[in-house]
């Protein structure tokens, strides 16, 4: 049973554009949540987080969007970069045991120059 | 300065044979982590360390896998008679452990393919 859900497996975007990376989950628990970026050979790493206190946090281009009631997560990126390819991850936790990471499936965003 | 190292990169075994895979933190990080992530699966928690408390084992997802930490840094992690079903990429993550919302950091991760 997968908790937490990345539906799209592929996103293509031109440069300068925005990408939206969505992410669905089930356990109504999980109050904090992270995307990771990975590109080809090497591990994912930290992007931006963001607890269920809030809902929304931003970082430079990147701002991940909570909506609690839908359960639902998203990665916006604006402007999208060539740089940005790659596969990214959502996880989510409880604080409870928050190293616990459970991870969707990725999407992997193609940015087209 | 360094990141999370793993060793080796690629492995590939015969089935029923044992293998280790190693791990080497990011030198002050006390907190160390083991993922998994099998074809077209997100990363599956394995194993958690935490200085010297007792490692969640929780995540293991049989007894034919095991994790040692030796001296809170360098951790391997043993998969015995492997299996096909073992195969997937390795990741081995690692915090400073001061907080549970402390960034993880990941290596490249050991990909693990068992014929």
């Known amino acids: 049973d997968q908790q937490v859900k990345q539906n799209s497996p592929s996103l293509s975007v031109q440069e300068g554009r925005i990408s939206i990376l969505n992410c669905d989950y089930t356990?109504?628990?999980?109050?904090?949540f992270l995307w990771y970026k990975k590109y080809p050979a090497e591990g994912p790493t930290f992007l931006i987080s963001i607890s269920s206190i809030k809902d929304k946090n931003e970082d430079g281009r990147f701002t991940v969007f909570l909506n609690k009631s839908a359960k639902h997560l998203s990665l916006h990126i604006v402007p999208s970069q060539p740089g940005d390819s790659a596969v990214y991850f959502c996880?989510?936790?409880?604080?409870?045991?928050?190293?616990?990471?459970?991870f969707g499936t990725g999407t992997r965003l193609k940015v087209l120059a | 300065g360094a990141g999370v190292s793993q060793s080796p990169s690629n492995k590939v075994t015969e089935k029923g044979k044992d293998v280790e895979l190693r791990c080497d933190p990011i030198?002050?990080?006390?907190?160390l982590y083991w993922y998994r992530q099998s074809l077209g699966q997100g990363l599956e928690f394995l194993i958690y360390?935490?200085?010297?408390?007792?490692?969640?084992k929780s995540g293991l997802p049989s007894d034919r896998f095991s994790a040692e930490r030796t001296g809170g840094s360098v951790s391997t992690l043993t998969i015995q008679r492997t299996q096909q079903e073992d195969s997937a990429v390795y990741l081995c993550?690692?915090?400073?452990?001061?907080?549970?919302?402390?960034?993880?950091?990941f290596g490249p991760g050991t990909r693990l393919t068992v014929l």
């Open positions: 356990n109504s628990m999980f109050d904090y």
């Open positions: 360390f935490q200085g010297n408390s007792a490692p969640d």
């Open positions: 030198s002050g990080h006390t907190a």
């Open positions: 996880a989510a936790s409880l604080f409870s045991g928050t190293y616990k990471y459970i």
């Open positions: 993550a690692s915090s400073l452990g001061q907080f549970d919302t402390d960034t993880q950091y």
